[in-house]
């Protein structure tokens, strides 16, 4: 019988919880792997390489090579993935964003299974099949290899500084904002929604903001974070592109890191781009806020300093951040609306200085 539509890619491993970490070597046992290279975010090697290598070994897989990595320059990653031994079968890359993007470009270059072990929860980078790299100086997002494990051991995200929890709740309800904008793009004409993709994303945010919960760093709060981050990724490799995900408040963060010397965690500029652009597409805007209100996010904001001027330019900017997208930020008027609430919301008047 003849079938339609297309296939797609999801994780053959998905271990999200207390203790993952000593287990990596039966996960990846079970996958057939008899030997994987590493790559460590910075200071890693100290904090988790014995436990990694001990579980590694004790299920047999040869550790082919292992290095600690601190760059996301192309170059770099190029050289780096066409020096690695012939016979590897996997790239494990454990650590923040710039390890993860790092590893999941190698095994883009190098077509291999690549497993993303994150040690923080700062955004859905860990389950997205593009990386942020530096091409010629400038930050730009390349294809790159779906996961083929997630591994993310709650503990360890735990350990992780309380700002990477806030980050990755920003970018966690950032869905909200961006799912709005990209049906608002297809009735305007400017793109198709697929439906299955909207669903994901959507069931993803949904089930975390209405996860109770007393503190961020509870194990099932924590697990309902990650496991809504990784929902994410699978919606964005339905779609075939970051749109269910990533919206007009991925803009102005992005036109943000552009714009400061020092720019805040993506997940932090994306959260108040969010609460900005709800109340711009009056769509949830209350729920927003009684989620960052709750999870402590704006009082952590407020703590920044951040600029209203610096959000200003960041709005005007954003447009020119995705020329090809059409979200709300696209049509002046709602440009013009948003730097009025700048001023105007009371909200991002206490956070904003």
């Known amino acids: 019988m003849a079938t339609t539509g297309k296939s797609i890619a999801i994780p053959a491993i998905l271990k999200v919880g207390r203790g993952a970490l000593d287990n990596i070597g039966s996960y990846l046992k079970e996958e057939n792997f008899r030997n994987a290279v590493i790559y460590f975010g910075n200071g890693l090697i100290e904090l988790f390489g014995m436990k990694v290598m001990d579980s590694l070994k004790?299920?047999?897989?040869?550790?082919?090579?292992?290095r600690e990595i601190d760059t996301v320059y192309i170059d770099d990653i190029v050289e780096m993935a066409f020096t690695l031994p012939n016979k590897?079968?996997?790239?494990?890359?454990?650590?923040?964003?710039?390890v993860i993007d790092a590893g999941k470009?190698?095994?883009?270059l190098r077509n291999l299974p690549f497993i993303s072990v994150p040690t923080s929860s700062s955004s859905d980078g860990f389950s997205s099949a593009s990386a942020s790299l530096i091409v010629e100086g400038r930050r730009t997002s390349v294809p790159a290899r779906l996961a083929h494990g997630i591994i993310v051991d709650t503990e360890v995200i735990r350990t992780a500084p309380e700002r990477f929890i806030y980050s990755g709740i920003g970018d966690m309800?950032?869905?909200?904002?961006?799912?709005?904008?990209?049906?608002?793009?297809?009735?305007?004409?400017?793109?198709?929604v697929n439906d299955f993709a909207v669903m994901i994303a959507k069931k993803a945010v949904n089930s975390f903001v209405r996860t109770p919960f007393e503190?961020?760093?509870e194990e099932l709060f924590l697990k309902e974070l990650l496991d809504s981050l990784a929902m994410s990724g699978i919606a964005n490799e339905i779609a075939g592109s970051s749109?269910?995900?990533?919206?007009?408040?991925?803009?102005?963060?992005?036109?943000?890191?552009?714009?400061?010397?020092?720019?805040?965690?993506?997940?932090?500029?994306?959260?108040?781009?969010?609460?900005?652009?709800?109340?711009?597409?009056?769509h949830r805007h209350v729920r927003v806020n009684t989620i960052f209100t709750d999870t402590g996010f704006w009082k952590y904001v407020e703590t920044l300093g951040m600029k209203k001027e610096d959000f200003s330019k960041a709005i005007d900017m954003a447009p020119s951040i995705k020329p090809h997208r059409?979200?709300?930020?696209?049509?002046?008027?709602?440009?013009?609306?948003?730097?009025?609430?700048?001023?105007?919301?009371?909200?991002?008047?206490?956070?904003l200085v």
């Open 105 to 108: 470009y190698a095994a883009f």
């Open 326 to 351: 059409h979200t709300y930020l696209h049509e002046e008027p709602y440009r013009e609306m948003a730097k009025r609430l700048l001023e105007e919301d009371e909200i991002l008047g206490r956070i």
């Open 215 to 217: 503190s961020i760093q």
């Open 243 to 282: 749109a269910p995900t990533s919206g007009s408040e991925h803009l102005i963060s992005h036109a943000l890191d552009k714009l400061l010397e020092r720019p805040q965690l993506h997940g932090i500029q994306v959260g108040i781009a969010t609460y900005l652009m709800a109340r711009v597409q009056d």
């Open 58 to 66: 004790e299920a047999g897989i040869e550790v082919l090579e292992y």
């Open 88 to 98: 590897v079968q996997t790239i494990i890359a454990i650590g923040g964003g710039k």
């Open 173 to 192: 309800v950032s869905k909200i904002t961006a799912l709005y904008d990209w049906l608002f793009e297809a009735r305007a004409g400017y793109a198709q």
